[in-house]
């Protein structure tokens, strides 16, 4: 995970806009992923289920 990662408004974990760094990253598109190191290709990953919002 992305060490400057922040909370969203739920208070779930979020992970950070993709810039190129390694580790998990959010795609403009919603999608979610992951680089091993800065630069390498992208791993789609599947989101997380998350609750409803109360």
């Known amino acids: 995970m992305s060490e400057s990662a922040e909370l969203d408004e739920a208070?779930?974990?979020s992970p950070t806009p993709d810039v190129?760094?390694?580790?998990?990253?959010?795609?403009e598109d919603g999608q979610w992923a992951y680089r091993y190191k800065d630069g390498a290709d992208l791993i789609i990953m599947?989101?997380?289920?998350?609750?409803a919002p109360k």
């Open 11 to 13: 208070q779930r974990w």
């Open 20 to 27: 190129g760094q390694a580790g998990t990253v959010a795609l």
């Open 46 to 51: 599947k989101m997380p289920e998350r609750d």
